[in-house]
T-cell receptor, first 111, second 110 residues
Framework: NAGVTQTPKFQVLKTGQSMTLQCAQD?????MYWYRQDPGMGLRLIYY???????DKGEVPNGYNVSRLNKREFSLRLESAAPSQTSVYFC??????????FGDGTRLSIL | DAKTTQPPSMDCAEGRAANLPCNHS???????VYWYRQIHSQGPQYIIH???NNETNEMASLIITEDRKSSTLILPHATLRDTAVYYC???????????FGAGTQVVVTP
């Protein structure tokens, strides 16, 4: 049982570079989420997708875009990376009424 | 969603019960109490949730006061692998965004 799979696990970027973080779930969940976690802090919601074909902004959406490619996959894109986006990024998924399942995160450093 | 207050840290001896408090004095009647934990470098892990009644599963027990303004997560026999940050979250359902606070850093010592 893979659950929620995130790739890559680690990435170092230079300021201004772009990249896409991938997330896939195999639990047939409708809802998917992207969070970021800065050192010593709780998770903050970036974007979420309540169902395939829909996306909505969370608390901290600036500098990010998302794509709900299909029911399984939800990607997060940084168009022009900034040092302030250095963080650990977590993807999660759920189905109505059930707890969220999280991936193990992508550790992103921007120099 | 109601705001929660948790102590920033607590220690627990291995093999003993760990009792983690959470205050949620502004909780609404249709809001659930959820507990997640995050072991270092891993994604958050669901532990348990409840509405009014006490709940128990293979990981923990959840005790909710009668007025629902506070709750306690109980790890009955703490092990070293229970060292983690524990988050208490209040919301109407689990399929919306989760509002994570700072949580309680629990350190289980031998």
């Amino acid at each position: 049982n893979a659950g929620v799979t995130q790739t890559p696990k680690f990435q170092v970027l230079k300021t201004g570079q772009s990249m896409t973080l991938q997330c896939a779930q195999d639990m047939n969940h409708n809802s998917m989420y992207w969070y970021r976690q800065d050192p010593g802090m709780g998770l903050r919601l970036i974007y979420y997708s309540a169902s395939e074909g829909t996306t909505d902004k969370g608390e901290v959406p600036n500098g990010y875009n998302v794509s709900r490619l299909n029911k399984r996959e939800f990607s997060l894109r940084l168009e022009s990376a900034a040092p302030s986006q250095t963080s650990v990024y977590f993807c999660a998924s759920t189905e109505g009424g059930k707890p969220q399942h999280f991936g193990d995160g992508t550790r992103l450093s921007i120099l | 969603d109601a705001k929660t207050t948790q102590p920033p840290s607590m220690d627990c001896a291995e093999g003993r019960a760990a009792n983690l408090p959470c205050n949620h004095s502004t909780i609404s009647g249709n809001e659930y109490v959820y507990w997640y934990r995050q072991i270092h470098s891993q994604g958050p892990q669901y532990i348990i949730h409840g509405l009014k009644n006490n709940e128990t599963n293979e990981m923990a027990s959840l005790i909710i006061t009668e007025d629902r303004k506070s709750s306690t997560l109980i790890l009955p026999h703490a092990t070293l692998r229970d060292t983690a940050v524990y988050y208490c979250i209040v919301r109407r359902d689990s399929w919306g965004k989760l509002q994570f606070g700072a949580g309680t850093q629990v350190v289980v010592t031998p």
